[in-house]
């Protein structure tokens, strides 16, 4: 009797630890979730395990991005979130295994619901997508960033005018004057070769900045300035065009590397149109062209170079047409022009439509696919012209040349020139404070603004023993720098 009263008990007892486990595993995942978010609170919410669908699932809608009114954004615009796969369930115990333990006297199973952190898949990120544009929309493209046009003025030959670019910027406060423009003096051949001294301040200013550019104008002839007659030039052009003259461009081309300004624009021959200068293309454009081929040639054979070649006529027919010089695209790089203020009373519009000026220019270049220039331009013939200064700035504003430059001395200028203080006052407005963003209106002049003067460098300081002779500013010019006698030049050992 007492033995079977033990089997009873001990049956009953397996019976009530069976139905505390199976109570135990009915309620565990849920406690031992929120044990998990207790411990942690970032762990996302719970996802109760989905039935497998028997047809496709509907896409899930992420939050709605605000549409235009009217607009309609297709259902299959937003992708569909995938579904979280189910916290797997701990295996089920069975009744007579606990009664079991419990009659061996091993504790019961611990709660399957107390799942370590750990054990519990993560669930996947969603990055939510990117919302499809409104049907009938189109995606606007990102839009490069506007690069103003490169400019500057031509301030002096020499080191002056590189001294004087900074000044004039803080003068269009603080516009970076990114163009240097210089132009070789013609009266001997060893002046258009480079003459030792005078491109080293130029280039040393060009590499001071890689977005700078160095504008340097080549006369093609000596004595350019001498009334040469027309005969004579024929007679020059030929020679060149038989290559008579291309070791000095060889060597010009050479010192330019060298002085490490290899990406220079030469601007060969400027105005050959007109009747100034030797170099002039009217006596013979044949063996004009010719000659300008072959010092392109020439220059461009050189190790090292990388420079651009600017035609730059006079604006207008003047002697010859100028597309009667042109050389060939081959040969030729910027399509520029020279373009002051003149003859007396023309106006702003009869330039642009005149035979051969702006608009011509304008056209040519893009037939040819050149970019256009102006390296020279400025007032002329008709004195304070604020109407011409307004315009031209706003015909390079429409037209976006490679570069442009200023000529600034009078009767040309606006800075340097205090005769013209109302194109002055125009000039300034437009380009001061001058960035990367679209032309400010240019406001009418009320009173003359003040021009100041340039200060010229310091002088460079003499050599020891050497006793400085001041012959002026126009003889420096040509001696490239000031003539220094020294104390002992009597001693023997001197």
């Known amino acids: 009797m007492a033995a079977e009263q033990r089997r009873t008990r001990v049956r009953r007892l397996a019976v009530g630890a ?18 998990v978010r207790a411990a942690d609170p970032r762990a996302p ?80 990120v969603l990055t939510p997508p990117v919302p499809a544009p409104p049907v009938g929309v189109a995606a606007v493209p990102a839009v490069p960033p506007v690069q103003v046009p490169a400019f500057g003025a031509f301030l002096a030959s020499d080191s002056r005018g590189v001294a ?50 160095l504008v340097l104008n080549v006369p093609l002839q000596e004595r350019n300035e001498a009334g040469v007659s027309d005969d004579e030039v024929r007679r020059l052009l ?44 009217g006596p013979d454009p044949e063996s004009w062209k010719k000659y300008w081929n072959r010092i392109v040639t020439t220059m461009r054979s050189v190790p090292g170079q990388k420079f651009r070649f600017d035609f730059a006529p006079n604006r207008g027919r003047d002697a010859v047409p100028w597309t009667e010089c042109y050389p060939g695209d081959d040969t030729v790089d910027i399509m520029g022009m020279d373009s002051y203020d003149q003859p007396s009373g023309i106006s702003f519009d009869e330039q642009i439509k005149e035979p051969y000026g702006l608009q011509a220019q304008v056209d040519f270049a893009k037939a040819h696919g050149k970019p256009i220039s102006y390296p020279e331009w400025g007032l002329f013939r008709n004195g304070d012209n604020a109407e011409y200064m307004r315009r031209m700035l706003a015909w390079m504003d429409e037209h976006k040349p490679l570069y442009n430059t200023l000529t600034d001395y009078c009767p040309h200028g606006v800075w340097q020139c205090s005769a013209n203080p109302r194109a002055s006052q125009v000039y300034r407005s437009v380009l001061f404070g001058r960035a990367d963003e679209p032309t400010p209106a240019p406001t009418e002049p009320q009173t003359p603004a003040p021009t100041p003067q340039p200060t010229a460098p310091a002088a460079p300081a003499s050599p020891k023993d050497c006793s400085p002779v001041d012959l002026g500013s126009w003889a420096e010019y040509w001696l490239g720098g000031k003539l220094c006698v020294r104390f002992d030049w009597w001693s023997q050992d001197g």
Request: with cysteine.
């Open 238 to 281: 030929r020679q060149g065009a038989a290559g008579e003259f291309d070791h000095h461009f060889r060597a010009l081309a050479e010192r330019l590397v060298q002085l490490k300004a290899e990406d220079t624009v030469l601007v060969l021959g400027w105005e050959m149109n007109g009747t100034t200068y030797t170099h002039r293309c």
């Open 45 to 124: 919410a719970p996802t109760p395990p989905v039935a497998a669908p028997t047809a496709p699932a509907a896409a899930v809608q992420t939050p709605a991005t605000t549409a235009p009114a009217g607009a309609t954004v297709p259902a299959g615009a937003q992708a569909a979130v995938p579904a979280v796969p189910a916290v797997p369930a701990a295996p089920a115990a069975t009744a007579a295994g606990v009664a079991q333990a419990t009659a061996q006297g091993v504790p019961p199973a611990a709660d399957p619901s107390a799942v370590p952190p750990a054990a519990v898949p993560a669930a996947p």
């Open 164 to 213: 004087r670019m900074p000044q004039l910027s803080r003068w269009l406060g603080g516009a970076e004057l990114r163009v240097g423009h210089t132009y070789l003096p013609g009266e001997h051949w060893s002046d258009i070769e480079g003459a030792p001294g005078f491109l080293e301040a130029w280039a040393r200013w060009r590499n001071e900045k890689p977005d700078r550019m």
């Open 18 to 35: 069976a139905a505390v486990a199976l109570a135990t595993l009915a309620c565990g995942p849920a406690r031992g979730v929120e044990a």
